[in-house]
Structures are given as structure tokens and as C-alpha cells.
């Protein structure tokens, strides 16, 4: 495998901490860093692999800060966790089961249909922000 250019490492560094910014405060940076990846090269598996092990990182950080403030009730977080498990696991399952070719063209399509739905949204106007005081 080829060396990554500087200047499309420096590139994909600075999409992915624009992504964790938006990801801590409303969510949704894998619509910035999932293109990204795709424009750079990587195959769409790898891609989304690539994305969700991002995306994973701030999920963890959210979540310990969460606990530390008393913020979830982990006695009701099991069933979920298990549910989320179960349907992470069948996902990727689903996409390493897909043509890759079809995957190239299904990714811009499915991103821009997120896009527009939370664009759109009446429910994104409503939603309760994280630490948002009541």
C-alpha cells in the first residue's frame, strides 16, 4: 500500500476534528468524515469501518462523562447495550455482504438522504441538548 500524502493526512486530521466538534455538540460528524474517507480512496467497507472506530472514540468520551455526572442509569442500559451490540453486529455483517461497487454508489445517496432528513427535521428544532440546563 502507498504512503498517505501529507497533505491528504493533514486534510482527513482536520475533517476529523471538525466531525468531533460537531459530533459532542448535536451529533452527526460521520456526514463530514465518512465522504471524506470515500474522496480519499478507501474502500467503502474500510470506510465505514474507518468512520465508526472514530465515531467510537466520542461516544466513549460522552459516555464516561455522562456516568462521572450520574447521568445514566446503568441497571436500564443493559437490554440497550445488548440490543446495540446485536444490531452493530448484524450491520456489519449486512455491509461486508454487499458488492463493494454498490456500496460506492449506495453511500452518497444514503448520506445525502440523512442530510436532508435532520436538515429538515421538525423533531431536530425540538430535540433537548445535551447539558442544556431545563
Known amino acids: 500500500m502507498d504512503p498517505i500524502p501529507t497533505e491528504l493526512l493533514g486534510l482527513l486530521v482536520l475533517i476529523a476534528g471538525v466531525a468531533g466538534c460537531i459530533d459532542a455538540i448535536a451529533g452527526g460528524g460521520g456526514l463530514l468524515t465518512l465522504p471524506a474517507l470515500l474522496w480519499a480512496g478507501l474502500p467503502p467497507v474500510e470506510a465505514l469501518a474507518t468512520n465508526k472506530l472514530q465515531g467510537s472514540f ?11 455526572h450520574g447521568a445514566i442509569d ?7 447495550a445488548v440490543l446495540t451490540l446485536a444490531g452493530s453486529a448484524g450491520g456489519s455483517w449486512l ?5 463493494p461497487g454498490a456500496l460506492t454508489h449506495l453511500l452518497p445517496a444514503l448520506l445525502v438522504a ?4 435532520f436538515l429538515f427535521s421538525r423533531e431536530w428544532a425540538t430535540c433537548p441538548r445535551a447539558g442544556a440546563s431545563a
Open 58 to 68: 466520542g461516544t466513549a468520551s460522552a459516555t464516561l462523562r455522562f456516568l462521572r
Open 74 to 80: 446503568l441497571r436500564a442500559l443493559g437490554p440497550v
Open 95 to 99: 455491509v461486508s455482504r454487499i458488492d
Open 114 to 117: 440523512f442530510a436532508l432528513y
